[in-house]
């Protein structure tokens, strides 16, 4: 525990590239030139934090707690004289400087998928606006809250779009609402992801409406999610593989023609 917090040792310092170093290899992840060179080809000076470096060694030296690949990459664009915001910490040796990096990179609370994806529909990232708009249109909106209306599964919404399309993930959400209305366990990311599979396979080939009708008057969306589990027992694969199979099953019984493919 410290006496206080110094607001003089955290000002930031400009210290040349050729000045920073790993002293200490051990105290740090390994460099990785792939990642030096992605920070480099889409360098923006807004989003560079500061360095966190020790204090300097006798050779005048900065070990480099923090931002390894960030000053790697302001080499590569700009030359070893360069300077880059720090913060010198009051460290001397490895072991305090390992900790440092450990607590910096341990204490950090990862942002949540929702986070980020509403974050990303503010900055006007192209996927996640487009996928936005076909949410907010069929009067659902993206959030932590467990509530009818609400999509919580954005990583199954970004997979159909990506996989799929988004004219498959808006018919995906269209029918997941006729069938259940705005039931908030209906979106949960593997029924998503089964729907958007079968919709994807069979455009053209589904009768929308017995579609809508057999599976809503023989699942609701935790009854289906059960059937999908003793799917994968069975066959394997991923929860929202075994929706597309458990769907396709339902859809198809009584039928003598227009059966959909298994």
Not at 52 to 66: A, E, Q
Not at 73 to 100: F, H, M, S
Not at 122 to 139: F, M, R, S, Y
Request: charged share 25%.
């Amino acid at each position: 525990m410290t006496d206080g917090f110094s607001k003089a040792a955290h000002q930031t310092q400009w210290i040349a590239v050729k000045n920073l170093s790993i002293v200490w290899a051990k105290a740090q992840r390994d460099f990785s030139e792939r990642h030096a060179d992605k920070i480099a080809a889409g360098f923006d000076p807004d989003l560079f934090d500061d360095l966190v470096v020790t204090l300097p060694n006798g050779n005048g030296i900065y070990h480099v707690v923090d931002g390894q690949h960030r000053k790697a990459a302001i080499q590569k664009l700009y030359g070893e004289d360069e300077r880059v915001p720090c913060r010198v910490v009051n460290a001397t040796d490895p072991a305090r400087a390992a900790a440092i990096f450990e607590k910096i990179n341990t204490g950090r609370r990862t942002p949540k998928g929702v986070e980020l994806f509403n974050v990303r529909v503010t900055a006007g990232n192209e996927d996640e606006v487009a996928i936005n708009k076909v949410v907010t249109g069929l009067g659902y909106r993206i959030s932590h809250a467990v509530e009818d209306g609400t999509i919580r599964a954005v990583s199954a919404l970004i997979s159909v779009y990506k996989n799929y399309g988004l004219e498959v993930l808006k018919e995906t959400l269209m029918t997941i609402k006729g069938t259940w209305d705005r039931d908030a366990h209906a979106v949960d990311g593997p029924i998503i992801e089964g729907y958007g599979a079968l919709l994807a396979e069979h455009r053209g080939h589904i009768d929308w409406k017995r579609l809508r009708d057999q599976i809503g008057k023989t699942f609701t969306p935790g009854r289906l999610i059960g059937h999908a589990k003793a799917d994968r027992e069975l066959h394997g694969g991923t929860i929202g593989k075994s929706v597309c199979r458990v769907l396709t099953r339902s859809y198809n019984q009584g039928l003598r023609a227009g059966k959909l493919g298994e």
